[in-house]
């Protein structure tokens, strides 16, 4: 990692914060629940929008008839074209991105 100052003591890195916030995810064949992560100070749309083929998703779980959990995985990444819908749920992550 990189730190870089100008001449007034603003610093600049190489590190991106983002805000985890909880969403379910319908693709053609599937429903899952996890975690995207959005840029402080940006929109959840904006990281929908982003021109790039795979959306992360972080502590994924793919749900089956009634909500039960078929797989779970640390990270994946969906493919843009696959995505149906996408909802922020209803919990502690949505509520990180107003702060």
């Not at 916030?21 to 975690?35: P, W, Y």
């Not at 904006?46 to 959990?69: H, K, P, Q, Y």
């Amino acid at each position: 990692m990189t730190i870089e100052y100008d001449e007034k003591g603003k610093f600049y890195t190489d590190v991106i914060t983002k805000l985890p916030v909880s969403c379910l995810i319908q693709t053609a064949t599937h429903l899952m629940r996890g975690f995207i992560h959005v840029r402080q100070g940006e929109r959840f749309k904006n990281e929908l929008e982003r021109d790039e083929s795979f959306l992360a998703v972080t502590n994924v779980s793919i749900l089956g008839a009634g909500d039960v959990v078929l797989f779970t995985a640390p990270f994946m990444a969906i493919n843009r074209s696959q995505i149906v819908w996408v909802m922020p749920s209803e919990d502690e992550g949505r509520e990180a991105l107003h702060e």
